[in-house]
């Protein structure tokens, strides 16, 4: 029996463990991610992000987070969220006073934020997700914006 080359072996064992290294990083990583333009809000508003399962009957387990304008995370999920088919969740972001010097009273008045959330259930593709994202004001309930979410 002939024995084949050594170096030819390696090839193989590197593309090997490159392989399962991908498949490991796969599970790992989130399948979808959705984001949403940013939006404005002054201090009377709130955004509530709205989200249903509408095409996994065994449920989706999702992550949401609320970002700043420079991309700062400002509030996110505890834990894992689980929708069940069919049921509506809504998660809101109430702005708090921005602790900004008084030399920049504008800065205060509006705060740019912006939604993302991940689905990490594998498989699940986005259309599965219905999503949107308001903003409305905490004195009367009048929505000032709605819009849906986009897959990246």
């Given at each position: ?24 990083q ?18 009377d ?108």
């Amino acid at each position: 029996m002939k024995n084949g080359n050594p170096l030819t072996k390696l090839k193989l064992l590197a593309v090997l463990l490159t392989l399962g290294l991908a498949v490991a990083q796969a599970d790992i990583l989130p399948g979808v991610s959705i984001g949403f333009a940013p939006v404005g809000l002054t201090m009377d508003q709130t955004a509530r992000l709205n989200l249903v399962n509408i095409g996994v009957p065994n449920g989706i387990l999702i992550t949401w987070r609320f970002m700043d304008a420079s991309g700062a995370v400002i509030t996110k999920a505890q834990e894992q969220l689980f929708l069940p088919f069919g049921k509506i969740v809504s998660v809101d972001f109430k702005r708090h006073l921005d602790p900004l010097p008084k030399t920049d009273p504008a800065a205060q008045l509006r705060a740019e934020v912006r939604a993302q959330i991940e689905i990490l259930t594998p498989g699940v593709p986005s259309e599965s997700l219905r999503r949107s994202l308001e903003v409305f004001s905490n004195d009367t309930g009048a929505t000032t914006v709605c819009m849906g979410g986009a897959a990246l």
